[in-house]
């Protein structure tokens, strides 16, 4: 008998009846009943297996080949984006130069350390660490490194030997940025002119903020790739395009000098006990500004210390009344016009009623018999009435803006203040008679000295320089064109009025503190009443002496102003001296000869 089962879809009854062949097989082989096998069923579990694990493989192969082949760009986009870090790279500041190539204002190399707090693990001991090194307090410090900030500034413009200090350190999750630090290594000696720069790196004031256009440089940005903590990865590469550096301006100011200037006028303001003062030296044939100061003064490495009072340059802000400087006006219009000469006799009364007012000498006295040179050399109010009316008022306003009263310098300096002479058609029976005397009309410290500038000029009005040019990038200086000089008198007149004023500075007249050994000097003072901002009145006095050196061949004229004076009033007195400090001072850096000749002699009196 053969055994045989169809196995499948089908049953066929075998020869063993009812009973299935597996039913008689058992483990020990025994006539015992087994749980049936069902083969079918486990075949079917097997071909979904099968086909689950293909699925899973074609999905893992599709996103395989998504990743490496469809989105491979824009991932490894994304992960470098996620190390991308940026730096700024700044455009270094152009110079500040004194006529001699000196800086005044320059930019050196810095670094702004900066922490990633999340990456600080104990913020007092990192503080404690740094303390020595930044010279802050540890408190402060502390307050810095401790947050959830992943960018904050501890320290701006350090050094880079302070830099390398605190990267010997490898503290974790502190850096640094490359920047720059403005310095100004003469301190507080041209600080009213040169200005200072803030925190920005931009000009707030002087030079600094005219010239801003051109000192600045154009920054650019430096992306590399940082590692985890925000390390610079060095084999990443970078992308950058090197900053623009800024242009350097070369000044018409000598450096030495203006430290003559700025000792000068710190110590005459002490002396005279006076809110402020001011120093302007120029070089009447070019027009060149040698020094310019002001006290008080502050330093501008140092501004945050300095008040507005500090701040303020007054040799341009400041108008005052200029006073008996401008008699020299007066009597250069009266012998250009022809109408009078240095011997012109003129009649000085006690006192001179023009409209409603009655005009003095600042000291009395009763009647006078002087010259026109006598005027000036005494400076009585009431000559130099009577020589602007032999002019007459339209003629003498011409001469009076001629000189460059009312008009600006052309410097184009922040706060300058051009000054007013009122104009004819607006005068009262008073104006004119004031404005003969220097009162009435407003100016600066710089158009004092341009004025002067005319008279040792020949006769001749240059306008004032500050700036010589600007150097390329080759260190060539392309220089900034002068306008034409404008002629104001006749190169006789200004001589003449020349000569006139060195009898000012003799022992006969009111400025003999301002005589300088070995040099003949022309000069002028002034003591004009000052007008208190704070009421609108007259109250006090601005003292002044405008000289020029040597009056035989004018190399400088320097201008001393000091305001509202408490120690003496007269311009004589406390200016004159301040003058023949600079004065000498100049000469002998200048190298210039000493005087040959005499003054020339005029009579005072008939």
């Known amino acids: 008998m053969t055994l045989l089962n169809t196995w499948g879809d089908t049953h066929r009854e075998s020869d063993w009846g009812d009973v299935a062949p597996w039913e008689f097989l058992s483990r020990d082989g025994a006539n015992k009943q087994s749980k049936p096998v069902q083969l079918g069923n486990g075949s079917r579990r097997i071909r979904i297996l099968v086909a689950l694990l293909c699925l899973g493989l074609l999905a893992f192969g599709s996103r395989l080949v998504q990743l490496q082949v469809i989105e491979a760009p824009a991932l490894a986009a994304a992960a470098a984006e996620s190390r991308a870090r940026e730096v700024l790279l700044p455009g270094k500041r ?21 922490v990633d707090q999340t990456l600080i693990q104990d913020p007092e001991a990192i503080a ?10 540890k408190k402060d410090l502390t307050e810095k490194l401790t947050g959830t900030q ?22 974790p999750g502190i850096f640094s940025e490359r920047t720059t630090r403005r310095v100004y290594p003469t301190g507080s000696t041209a600080a009213g002119l040169v200005g200072f720069v803030g925190t920005d790196g931009h000009g707030l004031a002087g030079l600094e903020y005219a010239l801003e256009s051109t000192l600045t440089g154009n920054d650019t940005v430096m992306v590399y790739e940082a590692a985890a903590g925000g390390r610079r990865i060095p084999t990443a590469g970078d992308e950058a395009e090197n900053p623009t550096a800024g242009q350097s301006v ?13 000792q000068a006028i710190n110590k005459g303001v002490r002396d005279a006990a006076a809110d402020n003062g001011s120093i302007v030296v120029l070089d009447p044939i070019t027009g060149d500004i040698l020094a310019l100061a002001s006290a008080p003064t502050f330093d501008p490495n140092k501004v945050a210390k300095a008040s507005q009072e500090e701040l303020n340059n007054r040799a341009l802000i400041d108008i005052f009344e200029p006073g008996s400087t401008t008699k020299v006006i007066t009597v250069a219009a009266a012998i250009n016009e022809g109408v009078a000469k240095p011997s012109t006799q003129i009649s000085v009364p006690s006192s001179l009623k023009r409209g409603d007012k009655r005009f003095r000498d600042s000291d009395p006295h009763g009647g006078l018999n002087l010259t026109l040179h006598g005027t ?38 922040p706060g300058e203040s051009a000054g007013v002479v009122p104009n004819p058609d607006q005068w009262s029976q008073t104006t004119f008679p004031t404005l003969a005397f220097g009162q009435g009309m407003s100016v600066n410290a710089v158009q004092m000295a341009t004025m002067f500038g005319v008279l040792a000029n020949g006769g001749q009005r240059v306008a004032p320089r500050l700036i010589a040019g600007v150097l390329t990038d080759s260190g060539v200086m392309e220089s900034n064109e002068q306008p034409e000089p404008v002629r104001v008198v006749t190169q006789r007149t200004a001589k003449t009025v020349l000569g006139m004023m060195e009898a000012v500075v003799s022992d006969q007249g009111t400025a003999p503190k301002a005589q300088v050994p070995g040099y003949r000097v022309a000069g002028k003072t002034g003591t004009a009443t000052r007008i208190d901002p704070s009421c609108g ?45 600079v004065a000498s001072s100049a000469l002998a850096l200048m190298e210039v000869p000493p005087s040959s ?3 020339p002699k005029y009579a005072l009196s008939w």
């Open 94 to 114: 152009g110079d500040i130069l004194d006529r001699n190539g000196a800086p005044l204002a320059t930019t050196v190399d810095a670094r702004d350390i900066t």
């Open 128 to 137: 404690l660490q740094l303390v020595p090194i930044l010279n802050v307090k």
């Open 150 to 171: 992943r960018f904050a500034y501890v320290a701006r413009e350090v050094t880079p030997e302070q830099w390398g200090l605190i990267r010997q350190l490898q503290i």
């Open 250 to 262: 070369m000044l018409t100011i000598d450096r030495d000098l203006q430290w003559v200037a700025q």
């Open 376 to 413: 000036l050399t005494k400076s009585s109010n009431i000559g130099s009435i009577k020589a602007a009316e032999l002019v007459g008022g339209r003629t003498f306003y011409e001469y009076v803006r001629a000189f460059g009263v009312g008009s600006p310098t052309g410097l184009n300096l």
């Open 537 to 581: 009145c007259y109250r006090g006095y601005v003292a002044s002496f405008i000289g020029v050196a040597p009056a035989d061949s004018p190399a400088v004229v320097v201008g001393v102003t000091l305001n509202n004076p408490k120690n003496g009033y007269y311009g004589g007195d406390l200016a004159a001296p301040v003058f023949a400090d």
């Open 597 to 599: 000749g005499r003054p």
